[in-house]
């Protein structure tokens, strides 16, 4: 057998060969079909055929006898059941002779009047269908081969005629085929009687009036039953003398009559039983005396379930209860075979009974004051959930020796409520507590559970530290304290001053939530300790951690300086070197040992023997730099050669520190990192050792679409709080500097602190502010109108601010610059301009202004206070109608208006293209400007 499957990518090449070798096809395509023939062209051999989807064929999406006319030796046909993808059969004026190997047919819909046609097919044994006619019928005769049959009942059913009792039948399905299936009407079934060789039964559909007596007449034992009935009570004897059936289900909706006491008299034994309600009364003996049942699953209104105490289920594993009240659970104790248990409960539960074999208990709200006596002196039980339960304390655990899991989830309005957690302390073998709560301070009881004990809470990085401080060398109190005071902190800033012990065992542990707080702790410590025990000639070194410093260059400032390096922390020890993942905290003594930092020990090597560069050696740094601010990495590989020999000057910083961010060398990287270790304050050290990279910013993205700046400056508005407002500044310009683009992230800046006027400066050239070249579009405008300029001028932003990183990508301009520079030149084209920019009106002296390639529709009316412009470029815009302040500006001199307007994508800018119409009244009051127009 050769498979194949045809869908929209392969459509065309398949269709062009033949395939005679495929017997079965997946066809899953919408493109229209010229003809069925055109199908078997293409596969003459076919036997077994499914749509999963599927075009128009001769403007029709339909099965009928022209298409079993050209697949005549088809043993199985099927097709998509869901209703929004059906595909129509119709029977009609088929030849039997075409049918005649049919074996399987599944069909999403079918014509109801074909339904007696298809039970005589001589090979047919697996029938699915779904049929939409106000009135089914369906009749098998003993000839019929049918063993399988499903029928599907649309919304326009009314009324269902079913005769299957001469057929072979294994297994029946009438009601909803699939889970999209929009519920029916209610249907009234006239007729249904069933064979005796059904194994599997399945009736789900809303019935309406009465339904047929003793449904399932016969004692054949059958695998499983599924009756969802909707509003509807099944009469007396219903199921029969079934007396055994592996599943049971039996699903009521909304407020029934009472179930007959007789409805399961017949039965000995279910595996699982299903009783599914809304509102149905239940008798006193509905399951009869010591019924084998292993699953029982039942729920219903509150108070149906009266007389609980006559259930007899000595053979019940597993039991659902959705519906009882706290004081109707006597029953339990003749089930002792009991392993699952999950109850609702209404009420107060005051008595529970011992069940010996029970190991997973699930309580659903009710009310105690302690757990019953029989949950607590539960040997095996081994997990228990406690929702939406009201419940001051547990009472003595001692006996629940396997009790391992324990959940426990307060009511709505007792979130801040939990029992009493020291009872907690006497369970041997808890090891996994689950709490459900808004977490607002920290049981001290948590803080003496087992070690190996995992916590899992609602707020995940209090569970983290819970288990780091549980595995640490920690006090109980300790532990607590700084639960507690983690407990209110929501981010990482609000930490409050912590102790020494608690930074330790965090870093210990590689946590990194509180990082920048480990650093600055740290760094405070160790200048500190520098100022009362300074490093030096004598001292005693031992590192704990990872250093930037490597071990063969601390050797050689040892022997340089005179101090000594020790490889145990013993009492001989001066100083600690404490880096990144320090080990065996819990030794770590800040009154016997000096603690320093990389910084300080930066400071000390460099203070007592400063390298060659570091020693004023003007006209070789300048050299440096410039290699450092060179495109070729080949110079910075020298340059970082060269500095590794003579030491690193402050003004090598933030060129090294770019270099760092924006290579692709993982070694390269590695060695930048070591000469700047210790250099700055703490954030950039912080900045130095994280791992945010900008090296993959630029290019092309997985589509071919050049990335631009937008993922660089969204990148770079995330370290904000981190490397702190002026080291990004710095890393724009330089980034800017090197590649022409990223000044956005200055430009969109709101406050303009010197710093940012700086940059700002760069971008006068003579009398003109080019917020243009800053805007830094202009690479991405040129790769882009190679090949397509018609798109980039119709979405702008679609390819300058990819996936909206730039966010509204507004701008500000500042008055200083106006005031510290004599400007006549306003350069603001491709801007990704929607407006005018703020701060336009300290330009009003501009006598040139360009807003070329923005999508601008509009112009403000004040733009007539502009009495000095006399040159105006509105080029590659979307003004959709001439701007009525032009009107009023009679001293223009030039006025450009090409393709000012937004071009249709279909036509671009050919015959169609609609250009901007001039006024001939702007033209009569302007007779001296020179328009530049289409």
Not at 213 to 238: C, F, I, Y
Not at 433 to 462: G, N
Not at 778 to 799: M, T
Request: hydrophobic letters at 40%; glycine letters at 6%.
């Amino acid at each position: 057998m050769h498979a194949m499957e045809l869908d929209d990518l392969n459509y065309q090449g398949v269709l062009a060969g033949i395939h005679a070798e495929v017997d079965t096809l997946t066809y899953d395509c919408e493109e229209p079909l010229s003809s069925w023939a055109e199908l078997a062209r293409a596969f003459p051999n076919l036997r077994r055929l499914h749509f999963e989807d599927l075009g128009n064929v001769n403007g029709r999406r339909l099965l009928d006898a022209a298409f079993f006319q050209q697949f005549p030796n088809l043993t199985a046909l099927t097709t998509s059941l869901r209703p929004r993808r059906s595909i129509t059969t119709d029977f009609s004026g088929v030849p039997e002779a075409h049918l005649a190997q049919v074996a399987t047919l599944s069909l999403g819909r079918c014509r109801g009047e074909n339904l007696q046609l298809l039970s005589a097919l001589p090979e047919l044994t697996d029938l699915t269908m779904r049929v939409d006619a106000p009135e089914v019928t369906f009749h098998l005769s003993a000839d019929s081969v049918l063993t399988n049959l499903a029928l599907g009942l649309g919304s326009r059913v009314r009324r269902l005629d079913c005769r299957l009792s001469a057929s072979s039948l294994t297994t029946l399905s009438l009601g909803k085929l699939d889970y999209y299936d929009e519920p029916a009407e209610p249907v009234r079934i006239t007729m249904l009687t069933l064979p005796k060789t059904l194994d599997h039964l399945t009736l789900d559909m809303h019935c309406q009036g009465p339904l047929p007596p003793r449904l399932l007449e016969h004692n054949h034992p059958m695998a499983s039953v599924t009756l969802k009935l909707g509003n509807v009570a099944p009469p007396d004897q219903w199921l029969g003398s079934l007396s055994q059936v592996g599943q049971l289900m039996l699903s009521l909706s909304g407020e029934t009559a009472p179930l007959p006491s007789t409805l399961f008299a017949s039965l000995k034994l279910v595996d699982k039983l299903e009783l599914r309600f809304e509102h149905t009364p239940i008798p006193d003996s509905l399951l009869p005396d010591g019924l084998a049942v292993k699953e029982l699953f039942y729920t219903n209104a509150n108070g149906m379930l009266n007389q609980t105490e006559s259930l007899r289920l000595p053979r019940l594993q597993k039991a659902w209860f959705f519906g009882v009240d706290g004081n109707q659970l006597g029953w339990l104790a003749h089930s002792p075979r009991l392993q699952e248990l999950n109850l609702q409960l209404n009420g107060e539960l005051t008595h529970f009974p011992l069940l010996p074999a029970l190991r997973w208990l699930t309580l659903r709200g009710g009310e105690m004051a302690e757990l019953p006596e029989g949950i607590r002196h539960c040997a095996s039980l081994e997990t228990l959930n406690l929702l939406s339960v009201s419940l001051p304390r547990f009472g003595e655990m001692a006996a629940m020796t396997k009790l391992s899991r324990l959940w426990l989830q307060p009511r709505r309005q007792e979130q801040d409520k939990l029992p009493r957690q020291s009872d907690l302390l006497a369970v041997p073998s808890l090891s996994g507590l689950r709490l459900d709560i808004e977490l607002k301070r920290f049981d001290p009881a948590w803080a003496s559970l087992p070690q190996e004990l995992e916590l899992d809470i609602s707020d995940e990085k209090l569970a983290k530290a819970w288990e780091i401080f549980k595995q640490s060398h920690l006090s109980d109190e300790e532990t607590l304290a700084y639960l507690t005071a983690l407990a209110l902190v929501r981010k990482p800033a609000q930490l409050p001053k912590m102790p020494a012990n608690f930074h330790l065992v965090m870093m210990a542990a590689k946590h990194n939530r509180f990082k920048a707080q480990h650093k600055a702790w740290l760094a405070e410590l160790a200048q500190n300790s520098h100022q009362q025990r300074p490093f030096g000639p004598g001292a005693i070194l031992f590192v704990s951690g990872r250093s930037a410093f490597k071990a063969s260059e601390l050797k050689a400032k040892a022997g340089e300086l005179g101090f000594t390096l020790s490889k145990t922390l013993d009492d001989q020890v001066t100083h600690l070197l404490l880096g990144s993942a320090p080990r065996e905290v819990h030794r770590i003594d800040l009154q016997k040992y000096a603690v320093i930092d990389d910084a300080v020990l930066q400071q000390c090597f460099e203070a007592r023997a400063p390298k060659f560069l570091q020693q004023g050696n003007e006209a070789m740094e300048g050299s440096i730099l410039e290699m450092l601010k060179s495109p070729q990495e080949a110079s910075h590989r020298v340059a970082v050669q060269m500095l590794e020999q003579g030491g690193v000057t402050g003004a090598m910083r933030l060129p090294l520190f770019f270099i760092l961010k924006t290579t692709i060398d993982n070694g390269f990287r590695k060695r930048i990192k070591h000469l700047l270790a210790g250099m700055g304050d703490e954030a950039f050290q912080l900045a130095v050792n994280d791992r945010i990279l900008f090296h993959n910013c630029r290019g092309r993205d997985d589509y071919g679409n050049l990335k631009g700046q937008g993922v660089m400056v969204d990148k770079l508005k995330r370290q904000r709080k981190k490397w702190g407002e002026a080291l990004c500044t710095d890393f724009t310009k330089l980034y800017f500097d090197r590649f022409g683009e990223g000044l956005m992230f200055v430009l969109m800046q709101k406050e303009c602190s010197e710093q940012r006027l700086a940059i700002l400066d760069t971008l006068v050239e003579g009398e003109c502010l080019n917020w243009r070249r800053g805007a830094g579009f202009d690479k991405v405008q040129e790769f882009w109108d190679k090949d397509s300029p018609s798109n980039l001028h119709w979405h702008p932003g679609f390819y300058l601010n990819a996936s909206g990183l730039l966010g509204a990508a507004k701008t500000e301009l500042p008055a200083e610059l106006a005031q510290r520079h004599t400007l006549t030149e306003l350069n603001l084209g491709n801007c990704l301009l929607s407006s005018l920019p703020k701060g336009m009106e300290h330009y009003r002296h501009i006598r040139r202004l360009s807003l070329a390639n923005n999508c601008l529709t509009t112009l403000p009316a004040s733009l007539v206070l502009f009495s000095e412009l006399d040159s105006l470029d509105l080029s590659y815009n979307h003004f959709r109608e001439f701007p009525k302040v032009l009107m009023k500006m009679t001293w223009l001199k030039r006025l450009d208006i090409r393709r000012a307007t937004r071009p249709d994508l279909d036509s671009g800018y050919g015959a169609d293209y609609a250009p901007l119409s001039i006024p001939q009244a702007f033209l009569d009051a302007c007779p001296d400007c020179d328009v530049l127009k289409d």
